[in-house]
């Protein structure tokens, strides 16, 4: 067996038997949880940078006894492309977004949302059978009451929380079809009243006594036991937690449990490949004990060295104080100059959405009056006594062209349209002139409105300054700076501070004020720096494959325009009188409703080019508003670190005396690994010389069947996603 698939195994087979020792260990009586307790650290799934990832709360909202009474779900979409328009599975009903105004169209369980490139979080409420059920029963001196009878009794009191997994597929091991539950780790917690609790014991927990209430908290894991095919007589895996306690007037508030399943998600199952060579190992684990034992001395020795260098450490720490103190300075001025970007970049998207939302109905408008030609069109046709098919918009010119050439003299008509396509296309390189002036001029004013709301921003910004400099120092004689200082400190009342940002915001009303921010911004935008920012952003405008298709586009709309024309001319028409009277109609008609197509084409374009606009200015709000997110973290984290370097710098005495308490208890850890050695590793052994093969076919089948339940209320297949579930039970009062 390869030594990845020996470690993975270890370690579920240690976690396990870690589980079993923190119930056995945890077992005792209330004093001695008044020991400290370390906090187990968070863990949490990462996912792809191009991926859309749900992630998923339910809350459920339980009696005193379990029984659900309601089911509340919480789902945060992490649109992590950006996407624009979402697609999401839900069962949920009454769905409200709780962040955002992002909208959805629900047909069915498909939710499709109008993400605009954000996350989306919503909630609902879903009445549908839990993965994992929730039972609590309470005794009162070994008799099974009902939660209302116990409420204000006083004797030793069992409260017991049972579990049933639900949730299971069936697999086949070793030829044999076996349950394999999802793997749910269930850790319920509650405080209690110490003057309500005596002598509190749990099973599979542990406790916490602050001298007032005493924390409770149970593990267990329902379904493993039976997945895992382990005799309870070799190691008894936890599926319910019971604590017992003596009360008096009892009384329990809220219990809250939360059920989850990420802890097997994340093993790596092709890893357990082969369970040979595991029983080996457990030589080279006894060997690592060995060499960790002589760790111990190292890490004494290594102590005394720290202990030395202390004065050295203090030293650069006050360098490095110095260095973050600039950091945070920069910071703070980056995170300004961000502000007013995203402010400008919002204003912008803001103004092409409302432009796109008006796309359907212009398109759905043109569309309507084009089938309305069509149609009369066809009605004259078939009154002339011509079998004609239905006209569309996509075919009635190939359908005109049919019936024209079918008629007599049709010969005219086309000499006519290629002596008029000539003529036209001599004029190609003029028309491209003009249409590659006209876009130029559209894209130099969508430039120039961009840059002017950025160069507003920034001049109203230095107003605001000098205009609070002017308030502040007329109100209290001091400058900025020092007002701002004394506000800080607190020695600036809240009625002159409120004074003054009234003074300051009635001045900025002001209509002198108004006018020299028209005048420095129209000054601005005149001066030959902003005029060279705007010929070169239109410049690169003019450059991108988007307004070359334009261009092209629009020459070829102006053609078909300048033929469409010509051909109804009088010159044209006079060319055709020859031809029979119905030949000349039809000729007009179609050219009528070419010239209509070349004005609906057009329109299209148009709102297309809307809409893409309106796309790329969301992407570019988006991206500023990251920016400025990441600008306050990074404000907010150099002022954390320069914090966080002077406690570092004032705690250097207490360091010193820390290195030293360790460097004393360095021989007691030699102590506790000799105790892990005796107590953890023997039971390790114990369970390689059972079954490893079933055990490890079965931690795989586990391992597959908690990947595949990643969600209660539904989700997209095209989503990856996690779910956690947050029992809350109704308080029992004494009353």
């Known amino acids: ?151 204000g009794k006083s004797g030793r009191v069992t409260i017991r929380f049972d579990y049933e997994n639900r949730q299971y597929e069936t697999v086949k091991i070793n030829g044999k079809d076996e349950k394999i539950y999802v793997p749910f780790v269930m850790l319920t917690g509650m405080l209690l009243d110490n003057d309500c609790f005596r002598n509190i014991e749990v099973s599979n927990g542990k406790l916490l006594n602050d001298g007032d209430r005493t924390a409770v908290l149970g593990l267990a894991l329902p379904g493993l036991q039976e997945s895992l095919g382990i005799a309870k007589d070799k190691l008894d895996i936890p599926d319910y937690v019971e604590i017992t306690a003596d009360a008096v007037d009892f009384r329990l508030g809220m219990t809250v449990t939360v059920a989850v399943n990420e802890f097997f998600s994340h093993l790596d199952a092709s890893k357990l490949d082969s369970a040979d060579g595991l029983a080996g190992s457990v030589d080279e684990l006894s060997d690592g004990m060995n060499r960790l034992l002589d760790g111990s001395s190292a890490l004494y020795d290594g102590l005394c060295t720290l202990l030395e260098k202390s004065d050295g450490l203090a030293e650069g720490i006050g360098q490095l104080a110095d260095g973050a103190s600039a950091l945070r300075d920069g910071a703070s001025a980056a995170d300004d100059g961000a502000a007013q970007l995203k402010t400008g970049a919002s204003e912008l998207s803001g103004g092409l959405n409302t432009l796109r939302d008006s796309n359907a109905s212009l398109n759905g408008g043109a569309a309507q009056v084009f089938d309305t030609l069509l149609s009369t069109a066809e009605t004259q046709i078939k009154a002339r006594g011509i079998s004609v098919p239905a006209l569309t918009i996509e075919n009635y010119a190939q359908v005109l062209d049919g019936i024209i050439a079918s008629l007599d003299e049709t010969s005219v008509y086309e000499q006519a349209l290629a002596q008029v396509t000539a003529a036209v296309e001599e004029n190609r390189p003029l028309i491209i002139e003009k249409v590659t002036a006209a876009v130029r001029e559209q894209a130099e004013a969508q430039v120039t409105s961009a840059v002017q709301e950025q160069v507003s921003a920034g001049v109203v910004s230095a107003v605001q300054e000098q205009v609070s400099d002017q308030v502040i120092a007329e109100a209290t004689g001091m400058s900025r700076s020092d007002y701002e200082a004394a506000v800080s400190a607190g020695k600036i009342p809240q009625k002159t501070q409120k004074a003054i940002s009234a003074a300051i915001d009635a001045q900025m009303k002001s209509d002198d004020v108004q006018a020299l921010i028209k005048a420095n911004t129209a000054a601005k935008m005149a001066s030959d720096e902003i005029k060279a920012v705007i010929r070169e952003n239109t410049d690169a405008q003019m450059q991108t494959d988007a307004v070359a298709q334009t261009i092209s586009e629009n020459v070829e709309q102006q053609i078909g325009q300048a033929i469409s024309e010509a051909m109804a001319s009088d010159e044209v028409q006079e060319k055709l009188a020859a031809a029979s009277e119905g030949a000349k109609q039809l000729i007009a008609l179609k050219a009528s409703l070419d010239s209509y197509n070349t004005f609906y084409r057009g329109l299209l374009t148009y709102t297309d080019g809307v809409s893409s606009a309106a796309d790329g200015a969301a992407a570019l709000a988006s991206g500023i508003s990251d920016l400025k997110d990441g600008t306050a973290q990074l404000k907010t984290g150099t002022a954390s670190l320069y914090d966080g370097i002077l406690q570092i710098k004032d705690g250097m005495p207490a360091l ?56 209660y209320s539904g989700i997209s297949p095209d989503m990856s996603g996690q779910v956690k579930f947050i029992y809350r039970t109704d308080e029992i009062s004494s009353k």
């Open 1 to 151: 067996m390869n030594k990845v698939s020996v470690k993975i195994t270890a370690f579920v087979l240690c976690a396990v038997l870690c589980l079993s020792c923190f119930a056995s260990a945890s077992a005792g009586p209330a004093d001695k949880s008044e020991e400290p307790q370390k906090e187990l650290p968070a863990v949490s799934a990462g996912s792809g940078d191009a991926e859309i990832r749900k992630d998923e709360t339910v809350y459920v909202l339980a009696g005193a006894d379990g029984s659900v009474q309601k089911i509340i779900v919480s789902d945060w979409i992490k649109n992590a492309p950006g996407a624009a328009f979402v697609t999401d599975f839900t069962g949920l009903a009454d769905v409200t977004n709780v962040k955002g105004d992002e909208t959805c169209t629900i047909t069915g369980e498909t939710a499709v949302w109008n993400a605009g490139g954000s996350d989306i979080y919503y909630q609902g409420h879903i009445e549908k059978e839990l993965p994992v059920g929730l039972t609590v029963t309470f005794k009162l001196d070994g008799q099974t009451v009902s939660a209302e009878e116990i409420a």
């Open 656 to 711: 010193t005396d820390g290195v030293t308490q360790l460097k004393d208890g360095a021989m007691q850890l030699n102590e506790g690994l000799q105790k892990l050695n005796e107590e953890g590793i023997r039971k390790i052994i114990d369970l390689v010389e059972g079954d490893l093969s079933s055990l490890t076919a079965r931690l795989k089948a586990t391992i597959g069947v908690s990947g595949h339940y990643i969600n």
